[in-house]
């Protein structure tokens, strides 16, 4: 395995829930990254799945420090970048920069594509190589140099992406946090933004950190996986590994919901269905935090938080007491039923304020 | 006799000023009862469009309607606007994409579901409400009894679409449009809703059209698929045919351009050129052909018809991909 580029410790991020009328009174906490720990290692792609909500994108926030995290730290080529203060975190982030999910809003509709692009080059100084460093970027996105004058309306779903990818690339920077880079794109266009992907990390040697819902996605582009649930990892592998032996409960769960496009394949198939919905991250379950749903939950789960531990020799890390006895088949799942999940309890209404979630939409 | 036959449908939208735009162009099919009919293709391609169009739910103005949509003996296209409302809601419910926006949020969901019955079946309030509570309990809300009384922004995102689904069954129609139900929800809600639609379809017989643009979706539901690009039919056919021998160079791309989850990983995706927007330079001719990788020269010039193939398939195309060599 080659070095480490990001290291991330205990990471937390909670947001506060302010209430009353005349003093901002903290009542409560929205836990959505609890406690995260991963590496990610130079050159290589690291894929975040989890539903919406388990706190994937602000983890990938919180490690730009576009939030704030509340505590852990963050290693970036041996750097500890949440020491940096001010102009420093500002010249630093030339070396992290994201990409996000829908980039019709992440665009600004009044900028041209040249003026997108520079601006970041300006900001950092790099401005006296701009005309070069423009077209060779646009280059390796596959776009004419023609598009430099044009406005994002002008550009199809695809296309837009494609500028979102170069104005984080023309900066040369070594990590890339891309937050649902394909999930607002047509099929047909999807695999053309991850073939992208794949070729400018054959050709820049880029490390990325791909935060995404569509678990067949993530796997095509990774080299490993963690899967987030409810502000925490539960389970991480290397791709074919996880898909091959998933040992955390709720990772079988999210791999048998995706339908598959063959129906011998869906006619055969066995679901593992989950009851209810994700619970409230302000007021997260006692212990392990998938217990509410799991089929497998025994009394030690409700007790005891399990940590996330080395499986075996394979790297393979799961976030479960029973990952062992679960594999063996000595235990065996029970009924659940599903339990009210209130979006209307403070913590919730106030968390869904506080970090406006889109819905993992594909454009309609 | 078919339950749903939908014969030469387009639409037009049309604004002064502007050229206008045929968001469906002469899409046909037919659904029999108890069938699970698939309309699939990207935005765009109008399969929202071709719902509302059936649902006579299109805004009165700026567009343009033809062809003939027949519910068993009726041309719902021809019925007043207060005729279709007797149909709508009582013999064919529909589901949409966002369950938030669907429902109103000022208005209790007991009283959303029972108005339906109330309308359409002339019950009391208490009666309907009464029985709304039952069909929240069948569509698998817990606690249904409180949840009568609560708003639309109290429920979760599946719990809603559950919901919506209740009001959709609620006079058991025999025939239920779902568009995109399962879009805006996470993977293991989309896999309890799916579950959930397929179990109701089954047991009540309802025919069901179901919208997406998710091919998985459509492999493990409907019995035939309809694949739409550009506001055409370009194939359809039994489900197993389609995707075990993809005939369309569109099909057969957008099926290879999927990363699956049961096959190994390979390199890179097989992609499609360009994008739907992409302008076609002729009036006439296969809307496909500019990202088409099997064009031929009588692919453009003249309009390639829908051809009848086997066991009720149907394709358009000149150069369609060979058997053998179909995933």
Not at chain 1, 73 to 83: H, N, P, Q
Request: net charge neutral.
């Amino acid at each position: 395995m080659s070095d480490a580029l990001v290291e991330i410790d205990d990471l937390k991020v909670h947001f506060p829930i302010k209430s009353g009328l005349l003093f901002d009174r903290t009542v409560g906490h929205v836990y959505a990254v609890d406690g995260v720990s991963l590496t990610i290692a130079k050159g290589e792609t690291y894929g975040l799945v989890g539903e919406s909500g388990c706190g994937k994108s602000t983890l990938g926030r919180g490690l730009l420090r576009l939030v704030e995290p509340t505590s852990g730290s963050i290693k970036f080529d041996g750097t500890d970048v949440r020491a940096l203060a001010g102009e420093k975190m500002r010249q630093f982030r030339r070396r992290m920069q994201m990409v996000f999910q829908d980039p019709m809003s992440s665009l600004d509709p009044r900028q041209s594509v040249q003026s997108l692009l520079v601006e970041g080059l300006k900001a950092h100084g790099l401005h006296a190589d701009a005309p070069t460093r423009l077209k060779s970027t646009l280059d390796a996105v596959g776009l004419p140099a023609s598009a430099l004058s044009k406005y994002p309306h002008e550009f199809s779903g695809g296309q837009r992406q494609r500028i979102g990818i170069a104005r984080a690339l023309v900066l040369g920077p070594e990590l890339i946090v891309a937050d649902e880079p394909v999930s607002a794109l047509d099929v047909s266009i999807q695999a053309q933004v991850v073939n992208l992907l794949g070729d400018l990390q054959d050709s820049l040697g880029l490390t990325y950190l791909v935060i995404a819902h569509d678990l067949a996605v993530i796997r095509h582009i990774s080299d490993i996986i963690g899967v987030m649930y409810l502000g925490a990892l539960v389970e991480e592998a290397s791709a074919d590994q996880l898909y091959s032996r998933p040992l955390h409960p709720y990772t079988r769960a999210l791999l048998s919901a995706v339908p598959i496009p063959d129906p011998r394949v869906e006619d055969r198939r066995e679901r593992m269905l989950l009851a209810g919905d994700l619970p409230s991250p302000a007021n997260p379950p006692s212990g392990c935090r998938f217990r509410t749903r799991c089929p497998w939950s025994q009394l030690r789960c409700a007790s005891e938080r399990p940590a996330l531990r080395v499986f075996d020799d394979s790297g393979q890390r799961v976030a479960c007491h029973f990952a062992a006895e679960i594999l063996s088949g000595k235990l065996r799942p029970h009924e659940v039923r599903a339990e009210l999940v209130r979006p209307d309890s403070p913590g919730a209404d106030a968390g869904g304020e506080l970090i406006p979630t889109q819905p993992d939409l594909p454009t309609q | 006799m078919p339950l749903l036959d939908v014969r030469d449908l387009s639409v037009t939208f049309e604004r002064r000023g502007t050229r206008p735009v045929r968001a469906v162009d002469g899409v046909s099919f037919t659904v029999e009862p108890g069938q699970t009919v698939g309309l699939v293709g990207e935005s765009g391609c109008g399969k929202s469009v071709t719902s509302l169009a059936i649902m006579g739910l299109l805004p009165r103005r700026g567009n343009k309607v033809t062809g003939e949509v027949r519910f068993e003996d009726t041309d719902l296209l021809t019925l007043r606007p207060k005729d279709l409302r007797d149909w709508r809601g009582r013999d064919i419910g529909m589901i949409f994409q966002d369950p938030l926006s669907s429902l109103n949020p000022v208005i209790p969901l007991g009283v959303q579901v029972a108005e339906v019955l109330e309308r359409h079946q002339g019950r009391t309030r208490q009666a309907a409400l009464r029985e709304a509570r039952e069909l929240l309990d069948a569509v698998g809300i817990p606690d249904p009894a409180r949840r009568l009384k609560e708003f639309p922004h109290q429920l979760s995102g599946g719990m809603r679409q559950r919901a919506l689904i209740a009001i959709a069954l609620a006079c058991k129609p025999r025939l239920l449009i779902a568009d995109e139900p399962t879009t805006a929800l996470d993977v293991t809600i989309q896999a309890q809703i799916l579950t959930l639609l397929k179990e109701l379809v089954d047991d009540s017989g309802t025919a069901l059209v179901m919208i997406t643009h998710d091919l998985g979706v459509v492999a493990g539901l409907c019995d035939t698929v309809n694949v739409l690009y550009a506001g055409k039919v370009v194939e359809r056919a039994y489900r197993h045919d389609l995707f075990a021998e993809p005939r369309h160079p569109y099909t057969h791309g957008l099926l290879q351009s999927v990363p699956r989850l049961d096959v190994d990983r390979g390199e890179r995706l097989h992609q499609i050129r360009g994008s739907v927007s992409d302008n076609i330079p002729w009036p006439e001719g296969c809307a496909f052909a500019p990202r088409c990788d099997r064009l031929v020269d009588d692919c453009i010039g003249e309009t390639v018809p829908l051809e009848p193939t086997f066991r009720g398939g149907a394709l358009r195309c000149t150069n369609p991909v060979p058997k053998e060599v179909a995933v």
